[in-house]
């Protein structure tokens, strides 16, 4: 999917400024590692040059994924960094993988920060950690002390950033300038007051075997894990207050303070001469069996040279960089949350701002995980922070590859140049780590990262098959990355569990020889054989363990890709299906279409050729009588035409409300049986209407659409019905549990043509006819039937169809209706009563007729005028409100108020003469004669406060009953 996606930043404020930008860049860039790594990865890896090198060139290379996300940072200022960057060139399915890997970065280096604090007072302070409960768990010891020390840092964080967000930036700026002001104080101290003579101390490089350039490689392939964060200023583009043009020069300056940090910190851990070593190389090499400070070598050689001060002052520089980070990434982690709830990836819980336009929730879920992490010791967050270099490359893979596709729109040569560049090196760091350097994570890592993959993959999955939008499931390589990166990275997890085992049981051998003489007696020997038989049963049980592990997790990938693909199979085949239906009813419209042409042009051909035969100069008064009774039948017919067009559209729309009135049933049915009396009995049909079996006459039910369902179903009978025929409607009230009402089945049977048994399942479908030469001479428009299921539908009931071809159809129809109590009968039937006493003499009534059409207002003027009133006129509503305002008051008796007008339509009259000072001019009862004609109008034009509604066309006995109801 290569669309548009919405902008998502449209609560965020925008309240970051170039220095805090700066900030926050550099202080998610460097952290706790640079006080620690420099002892226990950097050199032992390079030595102090190749280091320095190593952490220049990674730096140059992140320079380079630095130019890509500033291009996009110009191109899409919004929220969401490399999701939203992805999701606009790649799609939805891509955004998603970059994300979910992404926020696991952010995330471990949160954690590694907040447990960074309790690692760091622990070499500093000592026995004041053994305070309160411990233990041990993955080989390391949890305290008391620790635990509360990390969890404070994260709650001070969290509470910086929800409540205060410029006080958490402007803080966080601070910080940055204490963690630089401080390393660069140890480091001048550390080389001109320190013992050693060189900023670089021999040897150049570590003594490890490994070649210079091997070693500078080894570090320049840590470059993602030493610098990522830099790049998570992007995540907070929607709060800059400046112009993303000026982002470049802010990453470049980053960029330079943590390969200033880093190298500092690296030079002064190499200096120096350390108690009873010759040198850096045995001093560094030992640091495993050391305690206290001076298992630190930067605070080491920072307490050498200055003393307690430099212990203070390098300790206030860690404590600042473990707040950045840990600032600067709940920052970062809370806006990618943020921008993936906004998206649909994530629940839109998470998109909720607090009253000061932070993402409140996003923050809080961060932290509600964040203070669990610490109970589960430090080498277990050191296995999740060596998988954040996975996370990265992706990141800078899918940022370089969106940067080099938008700039080859642009023919940006540079970008274009510099996209490819990011992206191949994000593939030699991802292959460097995957194939030639398996070790240099641990196991436990390797194993982690498929476990988040697999979890990934479920993830993906459930958004799948919810996503309302389908926006996913549009690049399959989403699967495939995740199958991929599962399968090799069990893979590596295998491999270096086997090594890990081969090397646990070789050095249990070793170690047992060794304890036993050079002589060993044939019991020994047996003891012996039998060790390294139950040391090698229990490598192969590991090993087995191992790859059922791995099995399990292929297996489980695999039923997940298996449920993605039956999910778009579905997808795809009810696609089709709604395309073939789509079809189906395009066809059928087409049909309808022609009918319709067909069935209007009818009755308009039988107007205008009777309207001319009229005009004849010779026509006599009965041919006149004659011609305006036709044109009338065909006015009637064309008008139930429109009619059934309006109804199925309300019908499929859902606008159709019911208006339940108070309805004798005898009556109304023998209203229906008069109806059709005469047509029947002139064409030779049978014609009966049975209601002797209703027990409880008077109900509550919508009249209108009852009388609809009827006169629908009685005319396809009256049509379809040969000469001679028998048409019947037969009401049984039937047995019901519901209390206070009735349940009646209506059935309509002709002795017509029939159905076909094809056409019979779907005669209650829109615009369908049956293909059949006697009923194409038949005139209709294929809504009737599907016009009374929709009613059916509506007031609850069920319809049947019972057909043969050649030997009729009946319809059987079962609807509950409440039933009137004895109160409501009275009642009722009083109201009526009074109803029809109240008829009013309307000689000498004046009313206002207001109608923006000339024609219509001369035709109801002749009625009105006939009937005794005294008619004024109006175009428009504003010009009704005029006559009113300025007539005496009593002049109008009624306003008859079109609606549709212009100047002022008939809602905004009404409330403007109902609004008038003098109270009898605002009294005088307003009718609405409008063409909106559905129930929902009758409604608006009540609420509007006119007392009745009047539709057209005029039927002129219910113009006067309205009247007389009105005006009496």
């Not at 669990?372 to 370089?400: E, K």
Request: proline fraction near 3%.
């Amino acid at each position: 999917m290569n669309g548009d996606i919405p902008k998502n930043d449209q609560a965020l404020e925008r309240y970051l400024s170039p220095i805090h930008v700066w900030a926050l860049s550099f202080g998610c860039a460097v952290g706790w590692g640079a006080f620690v790594m420099p002892g226990t990865t950097f050199l032992p890896i390079a030595g102090p040059l190749g280091t320095i090198l190593g952490l220049f060139i990674g730096a140059l290379l992140m320079f380079v994924i630095g130019i890509n996300y500033h291009y996009l940072m110009t191109r899409y200022p919004d929220a969401g960094g490399t999701l939203t960057y992805t999701i606009k060139v790649f799609g939805y399915d891509h955004g998603f993988i970059s994300a979910w890997y992404l926020i696991l970065v952010y995330m471990a280096i949160m954690w590694a920060n907040a447990s960074a604090l309790g690692l760091i007072s622990k070499y500093l302070i000592g026995d004041a950690f053994n305070l309160g409960f411990h233990y041990r768990i993955l080989d390391y010891d949890v305290t008391l002390v620790e635990i509360v020390l990390s969890i404070t840092a994260v709650l001070v964080a969290y509470g910086i950033c929800s409540k205060e967000k410029k006080l958490a930036v402007n803080l966080q700026t601070f910080l940055c300038m204490a963690l630089i002001l401080g390393v660069a104080i140890c480091a001048i101290a550390v080389f001109s007051l320190g013992e050693s003579k060189e900023i670089i101390t021999r040897p150049y490089f570590a003594p490890n075997g490994n070649s210079p350039a091997k070693q500078i490689i080894s570090i320049v392939m840590l470059s993602p894990w030493a610098y990522v964060g830099f790049e998570s200023i992007s995540n907070s583009a929607a709060g800059f207050s400046f112009s993303p043009k000026k982002t470049f020069p802010i990453l470049s300056v980053a960029l330079l303070s943590s390969v200033f940090c880093y190298a500092a910190l690296a030079l002064i851990a190499s200096s120096g001469i350390h108690g009873n070593y010759t040198g850096w190389v045995d001093y560094i090499a030992d640091l495993p069996n050391i305690k206290g400070i001076l298992g630190l070598p930067t605070f080491h050689l920072a307490h050498d040279a200055m003393g307690d001060a430099g212990i203070i002052i390098l300790g206030i520089a860690a404590f600042a960089g473990v707040m950045t980070g840990l600032v600067g990434n709940l920052i970062a982690a809370s806006r990618l949350i943020y921008i993936m709830a906004k998206d649909g990836i994530m629940p839109s819980w998470f998109s909720r701002l607090n009253d000061n336009h932070v993402p409140q929730n996003a923050l809080l879920a961060l932290t509600g995980i964040s203070v669990l992490i610490p109970f589960l010791g430090r080498t277990a967050i050191g296995w999740i922070v060596d998988v954040t270099t996975f996370g990265a490359i992706i990141a800078y893979a899918y940022t370089s590859s969106a940067a080099a596709i938008e700039a080859k729109y642009e023919n940006n040569g540079k970008v274009i140049f510099t996209g490819i560049l990011g992206f191949i090196i994000s593939v030699i760091i991802f292959l460097y780590f995957m194939l030639f350097s398996a070790g240099a994570m641990s196991t436990e890592s390797y194993l982690l990262l498929v476990i988040w993959s697999v979890i990934g993959f479920m993830y993906y999955r459930f958004v799948f098959e919810y996503d309302n939008q389908k926006r996913f499931g549009h690049s399959p390589i989403v699967w495939i990355t995740f199958m991929c990166m599962i399968f090799f990275t069990l893979l590596i997890w295998v491999k270096n569990a086997t090594n890990d085992i081969t090397k646990a049981v070789v050095n249990g051998i070793n170690d047992y020889y060794q304890r036993q003489d050079a002589e060993m007696s044939p019991d020994a020997i047996d003891r012996a054989s039998s060790f390294v038989s139950n040391m090698m049963i229990k490598a192969d049980l590991a090993i087995t363990r191992n790859i059922i592990i791995q099995m399990a997790l292929i297996l489980f990938s695999l039923l997940i890709m298996v449920k993605l693909y039956s999910i778009m199979y579905k997808r795809e085949r009810q696609a089709q299906k709604e395309t073939i239906k789509a079809h189906e009813r395009s066809k059928a419209k087409t049909i309808f279409l022609s009918n319709m042409s067909h069935d209007i042009r009818t009755p308009m051909n039988a107007i205008i050729g009777y309207i001319i035969l009229a005009k004849e100069d010779n026509v006599s008064y009965e041919e006149l009588k004659e011609y305006l009774g036709k044109i009338e039948a065909s006015s009637h017919h064309l008008l139930a035409l429109i009619n059934d067009v309006l109804e199925m559209s309300r019908i499929e729309s859902g606008k159709i409300e019911l208006e339940k009135t108070p309805l004798n049933l005898k009556a109304f049915f023998d209203e229906i049986r008069d109806l059709f009396t005469t047509q029947m009995s002139e064409k030779g049909i049978n014609y009966s209407v049975d209601t002797t079996q209703i027990r409880n006459e008077y109900v509550y039910c919508d009249k209108n659409r009852l009388n609809r369902m009827l006169l629908n179903l009685l005319s396809n009978a009256y049509k379809f019905t040969p000469t001679n025929g028998e048409v019947s409607v037969k009401v049984i009230q039937t047995n019901t549990s519901e209390p206070a009402k009735a349940s009646y089945e209506i059935r309509v049977k002709d002795s017509g043509i029939g159905m076909s048994d094809e056409f019979a399942k779907k005669v209650f479908e829109a615009f369908e006819r049956e293909k059949d030469s006697t009923v194409d001479t038949i005139q209709g428009t294929g809504l009737g039937m599907s016009i009374v299921k929709g009613i059916v539908d509506l007031m609850g009931g069920t319809i049947e169809v019972n057909t043969k071809k050649g030997s009729g159809t009946e319809f059987v129809v079962n609807l509950s209706f409440l039933i009137q109590t004895e109160e409501d009968i009275k009642k009722n039937y009083e109201d009526e009563k009074q109803k029809n006493l109240a008829k009013v003499d309307f000689t000498g009534k004046r009313v206002l007729l207001v109608d923006d059409i000339q024609v219509n207002r001369m035709i109801s003027a002749k009625l009105l005028e006939k009937s005794g009133f005294a008619v004024e006129t109006a175009e428009n509503g504003q010009e009704a409100v005029d006559k009113v305002k300025d007539a005496k008051a009593g002049y109008y008796d009624v306003i008859l108020m079109d609606i549709q007008m212009p100047v002022m339509d008939g809602y905004e009259a009404s409330a403007a003469i109902l609004k008038l000072k003098d109270k009898e001019k605002a009294s005088v009862p307003i009718i609405a004669m409008t063409a909106n004609a559905f129930a929902e109008d009758k409604k608006r034009a009540l609420d509007a406060g006119m007392k009745g509604h009047i539709a057209k066309p005029i039927d002129i006995k219910n113009l006067l009953d309205t009247l007389s109801e009105i005006l009496s």
